[in-house]
């Protein structure tokens, strides 16, 4: 018998083999990378759970942070007292009274950059005169519009008229209803407050010596009322003189703060 005759089964068998071997080799492959996916896959779950408790952590710690905030605040406000109330402050000029106003503040006189000021009293000696901006009360005048275009310049403080009299008097007095002539002034365009009752007069300044012999009263300045016996000396007091045709800045005369 001859031994050496090939059998077509045993070649078949020997490709059968090899082929097998090819796909297991492709299922190892495919089993790696499905542990490897599975594994980043644990991994990336693992570091998202991490986060998610980290983002848990920090709102828990600033809940208990702001509401220890809180409770901090509530004690603080419990123990918190009230301390010895301060002296009331300087009281303001008055309003002025009802009305429509062209202007209100002290009366300045340009050329004299001082502020028209009352002594006390309602007679005709009472007069105005200049001082230096002392902000009180008695400083402060309201331009009170009438109903004919002029207006009467009312001190905020007494609650008297500027008034004109005879022969060239300006001086304080109570503020009559309906008001007469020698109670209206017209404020021009230049600032000039000129005289209805005395046409082609405006208010303007002079010295006026307390000691002239012209003068029936005297006055105390210091004290602010008319006083038979005064010291001697002289003070700017308003008066009436010509309305000037050019600039005048004393017969300037300027409204507000």
């Known amino acids: 018998m001859n031994r050496n005759i090939k059998t077509p089964l045993l070649g078949a068998t020997k490709c059968l083999d090899w082929k097998f071997m090819i796909f297991l080799g492709f299922l190892f492959i495919l089993s790696v990378l499905g542990l490897v996916g599975f594994i980043f896959q644990m991994k990336s779950k693992g570091d998202m759970d991490r986060m998610q408790n980290n983002i848990n952590n920090n709102t828990t710690i600033n809940q208990k942070t702001n509401n220890e905030f809180r409770s901090q605040q509530e004690i603080a406000a419990r123990n918190m007292k009230r301390g010895d109330q301060g002296p009331p402050g300087i009281q303001g000029p008055p309003g002025p009274t009802g009305g429509v106003h062209s202007g209100v503040g002290p009366l300045l006189c340009v050329g004299q950059k001082k502020v028209a000021t009352p002594t006390w009293g309602t007679k005709q000696y009472s007069i105005i005169y200049l001082d230096d901006r002392r902000y009180t009360p008695i400083q402060y005048w309201s331009l009170r519009n009438n109903s004919d275009s002029t207006v009467s310049i009312v001190n905020k403080f ?49 010295n006026f010596d307390m000691n002239s012999s012209n003068s029936n009263n005297k006055y105390d300045l210091n004290n602010m009322k008319e006083q038979e016996n005064s010291n001697n000396g002289t003070v700017t007091q308003l008066k009436l003189k010509s309305c000037s045709q050019n600039q005048n800045l004393d017969q300037t005369w300027w409204v507000g703060n």
Do not use: A, Y
């Not at 008097?169 to 000039?192: A, E, L, Y």
């Not at 407050?193 to 208010?203: A, P, W």
């Open 158 to 206: 007494t609650g008297n008229c500027m008034t004109t009299g005879n022969p060239d008097f300006v001086f304080s007095d109570t503020c009559k209803t309906p008001v007469p002539s020698n109670q209206k002034f017209i404020w021009g365009p230049n600032m000039q407050l000129s005289s209805v009752d005395k046409q082609n007069f405006c208010v303007t300044v002079d």
